[in-house]
């Protein structure tokens, strides 16, 4: 899949810029930048979990800055995508205390249960595999992030249960946020 020729539908809707605002209201008006994390955040997991170029070009506009300057916090962090990442994306930590728990061939069998490589999108959209750097969960080696969660002390039958799970529409991706 060639990520050049994939267009993303831009759906800033009333929720969103909503929302933005109101990240917006606690920074100085003169300091919107301020904000691209939290807003990168929201604009991604309102476009299916990834930011297109376009996407990315309107935030800039949306904060008032240069698209450079988002380009580069997009391409530094790993927790934005910049390709479709398909509804849910196992993340497995293949650092020291998970890979000598195993996590390497978990993630081997992950891949071969839902049929792709590393890195691919299963043909249903539903599904990408990748290897991380570490999550900082040693002690629940071999584990995994699923959206906001954790997903931890790993196994077959465990791994079985998280995608049949999701096929079902069980797995909540993201934690609520607590607004006061």
Known sequence: MEVSNIKQVINIDERLTARINEL??????DKKKSAL???LHEVQDAHDNWLSVELQDRVAE???IQPIEVYEVVTFYT??????????MFEFCRTSCCAVRGAEDLM??????LGVKEG???PDGMFRVVGVECLGACGYAPMMQLGDYYKEH???EKIDAIIEDCRAGK????KQAITE
């Open 120 to 122: 691919e999108v299963t």
């Open 171 to 174: 797995v909540d991706l993201h």
């Open 79 to 88: 927790m934005f995508n910049q390709q479709p990442i398909g509804k849910y």
């Open 37 to 39: 994390l939290p807003v």
């Open 154 to 156: 790993l196994t077959k």
């Open 24 to 29: 917006l209201s606690h920074y100085p008006e």
């Open 108 to 113: 081997e069998y992950t891949c071969t249960k």
């Open 62 to 64: 949306i904060l008032g």
